[in-house]
């Protein structure tokens, strides 16, 4: 695919993007038909509207601390970008990301091309800080669920689908830990590998010397990338600390909307579907849609004593406030980098 492809792919989504929020929007019916959707629209009617603006202005701040970790990885490797540009940014990879399917598996190349583009700045560095802003954004998903995991462990509740989501919850923040420590690591084992096996292809085939040596060129040269913006466990500390907040925002968010359908507010409770319902996400719909609110209807209807139109209820205002805005947000987020993105040849 030649460049001028690729960036007309990313500015232009085309209309399998759109089919595909189509889909996720037909699961959210289907979710809200088997509810009963006569009890769905009254119960939305009876919600408090001005503590609804509430969780949804918490719930967008959610996005504004991740495009934060972004934009401090930025400034740690170089990368000339305004607060403002940044953010725009972030909610067009997030806009790509909510479209398609697993979009939050292995977005990040298309993510750091956005940047490169509109930067100016080397492929490899942007694809660098994509990746480790992503990973550290990631982190407090399986830190404040394992948290919860304990708590269960602790009261004596970690059985049924619990134990399923906890060995599940361990796995991922092992794989995870490991995505790091290979990125950031000083000790080069996964450049080397990668070279190593670059090294045995091309005595194989004899032949393609210039095509392998600059594969080797870019594998060190994405791997000191990495080194850079990994390089200050204090810095990694501190950025991972503050990407915390934006699940403690959407807690909060969480507390207005039960708030605004005169639901029960206990933190623990609320805290535990937040998190637990992370897991979710994992399926092959468009941002977890579908499952995520079925995960988070069972868990509402787990902890308190309400109905099951009342839950769905509760997770299509919750989502509402932290997944659904970011498309048409995230959509006029491209249209404003649109122009900047053609005007750049690439870099």
């Known amino acids: 695919m030649s460049e001028d492809t690729l960036r007309d792919s990313l500015v232009d989504i085309g209309w399998r993007g759109w089919v595909w929020v189509g889909v996720s929007v037909a699961l959210l019916a289907g979710l809200v038909y088997i ?20 969780a949804l202005g918490l719930g ?17 490797v170089g990368i000339e970008s305004t607060s403002s540009e940044t953010v725009r940014m972030f909610l ?16 990040e190349p298309i993510m750091a091309y956005i940047v490169s583009e509109t930067t100016d700045a080397e492929y490899k560095r942007t694809l660098a800080c994509v990746v480790s802003a992503d990973v550290v954004n990631a982190t407090p998903f399986f830190t404040f669920t394992l948290g919860g995991i304990l708590y269960l462990a ?3 509740s970690l059985r049924g689908p619990f134990v399923d989501i906890a060995a599940l919850a361990v796995v991922l923040l092992a794989l995870l830990s490991l995505t790091a420590y290979l990125l950031w ?10 070279i190593r096996l670059t090294d045995a292809l091309e005595a194989r085939l004899g032949r393609g010397e210039s095509v392998f040596e600059s594969v080797r060129e870019s594998v060190e040269g994405v791997e000191n990338a990495f080194q850079d913006a990994g390089d200050d466990p204090r810095f990694l500390i501190t950025t991972a600390a503050i990407s915390h907040l934006a699940i403690l925002a959407q807690i909060a968010s969480l507390y207005f909307v039960f708030r605004s359908l ?37 868990l509402t209807t787990l902890f308190f004593s309400v109905d099951l139109t009342t839950a769905v209820t509760a997770a299509v205002l919750f989502r509402l406030t932290t997944y659904w805005p970011g498309i ?5 987020a491209l249209l404003t980098l649109r122009n900047k993105m053609k005007a750049n040849p690439g870099s």
């Open 262 to 298: 005169g639901l029960p507010t206990e933190f623990v409770p609320i805290y535990l579907i937040v998190n637990l319902s992370v897991i979710a996400t994992l399926s092959p719909t468009p941002g977890g849609t579908g499952t995520y609110e079925a995960a988070f209807t069972g």
């Open 60 to 76: 967008l701040s959610s996005l504004l601390v991740w495009a934060w970790v972004w934009h401090r990885f930025f400034e740690k």
């Open 35 to 54: 509810a009963d959707f006569g009890e769905f629209v009254t119960s939305v009617r009876r919600a408090d509207t001005s503590l609804f603006l509430i």
């Open 185 to 194: 690591s000083d000790k080069r084992g996964l450049g080397d590998t990668v």
């Open 92 to 107: 067009t990879g997030n806009f790509l990301n909510s479209i398609t399917p697993l979009g939050q598996f292995g977005g």
């Open 328 to 332: 048409p947000v995230g959509a006029v």
């Open 154 to 156: 602790v009261a004596g």
